[in-house]
């Protein structure tokens, strides 16, 4: 009993460095999606040059070595006089991951609307910034909603990679423990991500059953 406690109690800790990680990259790739997809719509060449190839090469790489990058370049391109903390270099290299897939969600919800609506906003005497706010953006968010629940539910698994960078997240505990010959702590790790994973689940799905007023 006393083992079993002690596992949960480092379980619990490292998935605290799981869910931290998860958040701040929830709440900061979100906007920061949001923005590089009007980047990658604008209208100004160099700039949706710049903004397309910047998705494309973060898209076209993994993850962990994004993580390795953020990481270890520092470093060794200062000769040792500047690093990332190993926290501040997993939410750096997720941020910047999670807000290039993000933004190519929001580019393609925003192109799935019918050039109708930006012509009925116009016909009315609305600004372009009402027409996006007002009509499109409503629209966007019910057309998006099931792709973003995928990317977020990805997102809670893929925190588990903060490892490689020797953040002492849950997965990182269980094979702690592995090597002490346990090896049930690794399989328990999954509930975790299991419940976390199912909340998140019915969660999506209760805002899309609230979005079904629109059925455009």
């Known amino acids: 009993m006393n083992q079993f ?16 990680i998860f958040i701040v990259t929830l709440v900061a790739a979100i906007p920061m999606g949001l923005i590089v997809s009007m980047g990658s719509r604008s209208r100004f060449f160099p700039l949706k040059a710049l903004t397309r190839t910047f998705v494309w090469i973060i898209r076209g790489t993994p993850l962990m070595l994004q993580l390795f990058v953020v990481f270890y370049v520092p470093p060794l391109m200062s000769n040792g006089s500047f690093n990332f903390p190993r926290m501040n270099a997993a ?3 997720f941020i910047i991951n999670y807000a290039a897939y993000f933004s190519e969600i929001f580019r393609g919800g925003i192109e799935s609307v019918p050039k109708g609506q930006y012509e009925a906003g116009q016909v009315l005497g609305m600004k372009k910034s009402q ?8 629209q966007v968010i019910k057309r998006i909603t099931a792709p973003i629940g995928n990317e977020i539910i990805t997102l809670v698994k893929d925190t588990s990679l903060a490892s490689v960078i020797a953040i002492p997240e849950i997965l990182m505990n269980a094979k702690d423990f592995s090597m002490q010959g346990l090896i049930w702590p690794l399989f328990y ?28």
């Open 189 to 216: 790790s999954a509930l975790f991500f299991l419940l976390f994973c199912g909340v998140l689940t019915l969660l999506f799905s209760f805002i899309e059953k609230k979005l079904n007023y629109y059925k455009g």
């Open 91 to 93: 939410l750096i290299a």
């Open 131 to 138: 027409i996006f706010f007002k009509v499109v953006l409503l």
């Open 5 to 20: 406690l002690n596992v949960t109690e480092q379980l619990l800790k490292g998935f605290g460095e799981n869910s931290l």
